[in-house]
Nanobody
Framework: VQLQASGGGLVQAGRSLTLSCAAS????????MGWYRQAPGKQRVLVAT???????HYIESVKGRFTISIDHAKNTLYLQMNRLKPEDTAVYYC?????????WGRGTQVTVSS
């Protein structure tokens, strides 16, 4: 599975941004998709996941602000990010887990200014 993430940028705190991740195969065939982020000097951490059954999971710090979704017609994963905070600044990576294998896309930078 090849993944292509896009949509990052520089935004002011309180604004919104939507990340996209296009998959090279049908998203119906992918068990779990997710977004991770890596801030400067820190480890990559999970942000949100969505299963093939549409079950979602979010880390506490983004609950109520971020929404993960999949458009199966477009084989694309999204992360709608609202009320962004400076601490959301990171490189965001999309991930696909299928039949025991992890696949990663290149990251997209999100910078939130205060």
């Amino acid at each position: 599975v090849q993944l292509q993430a896009s949509g990052g940028g520089l935004v002011q705190a309180g604004r919104s941004l939507t990340l996209s991740c296009a998959a090279s195969r049908s998203t119906f065939d992918i068990d779990v998709m997710g977004w991770y982020r890596q801030a400067p000097g820190k480890q990559r951490v999970l942000v949100a996941t969505i299963t093939s059954g549409n079950s979602t999971h979010y880390i506490e710090s983004v609950k109520g602000r971020f929404t993960i979704s999949i458009d199966h017609a477009k084989n694309t994963l999204y992360l709608q990010m609202n009320r962004l905070k400076p601490e959301d600044t990171a490189v965001y990576y999309c991930n696909a887990y299928r039949q025991g294998w992890d696949y990663w896309g290149r990251g997209t930078q999100v910078t939130v200014s205060s």
